[in-house]
């Protein structure tokens, strides 16, 4: 009998975490440091006497080296540029990506600084913050180069196309022919459409919402630049709208217009990425259903039924009206 086990994700002890942190300078001693989160990938917070510091651990597999280091070039060069963002600090050895031999293979760490303040209430006024915030983001980007290969882009093949191809198949299990149909016409408008518009491409964060920043003194840092890469624009701005439809319906309207306003009085949308808005909602509900399905281990399967799926595609339908 074979009793060797295979482990899809492990979860780094809070020690085994300090030890790591042993290859890094501080100015100051060590105080605590503690598990915050668990998801697509680990984060830890460390307090020292005089800062605060996040050491995050990637997932095995989720993304390869490159593509971390891609991230890491792209949040340099923002800092650079005179954005807040939460930025990567190099160990003793001179590298921002430590291995980790986990049990489930080489993951890496990477320790940030903290974003001061705290998540940003939804209301008017932040939100023309935020959308002010994501237009220099976008504008301060614009001739970012990074060395390091990036295994995606935030296209219509990352966006829609793979996710598809992981929803599809329970979508067979689950719903009935016509709902299939009915899936299956939304995904083709999206693509004719978005193929067919002629649309800004360029550096985007990749999951801009109130729960990737904090708010300090009316001063916005962002960071969880872990879904960056080169795409749409318009997406980036989308997610926004998406989740405000999601998280905060009452408010819904009047904190969107003030988003846009604000990204507006920043910088010049055509009315091609303008009209573009509406679609990129369904297609970043399309994504992360299909980010969620890949990633199972972490959300689990008891959420994977016909009720679900039934109220996702309404969802899809809604979106058409706006």
Known sequence: MNNRIKVTHSLLSAQ???????????ETEIISCEFLTRGLNDSYV??????????????????????????????????????????????????????????EGKRYGVLFTYSPGDRPEINEENCRILGRSLAELHHKSSSLVSSQERSFDLDINHLLAEPVSILLPLFIRYLDSNQIHTFNEIVTNLEDTIREST??????????????????????????FDCCGFGYRAYDIAVFWWNLKNNYRTVEKTCWDAFLNGYLSQRNMSEEDIRSLPHFISVRRIWLLGTMLKNEDVWGRNWINSTNFSHFLKDLEQDREL
């Open 16 to 26: 085994s975490v300090r030890e790591l942190l042993e290859g890094y300078h501080f």
């Open 46 to 103: 460390i307090t020292t006497q005089n800062a605060k510091y996040i050491f995050r651990v990637y997932r095995h597999n989720w993304r390869s080296e490159s593509d971390i280091l891609f991230e890491l070039d792209a949040l340099n060069w923002l800092k650079v540029q005179g954005l807040l963002v939460s930025a990567p600090l190099k160990s003793k050895d001179g590298i921002f990506a430590v291995g980790i031999l986990a049990p």
């Open 199 to 224: 649309l800004e491409y360029g550096f985007c964060h990749g999951d801009f919402h109130n729960f990737n920043m904090h708010l300090n003194n009316q001063q916005l840092e962002v960071f969880d």
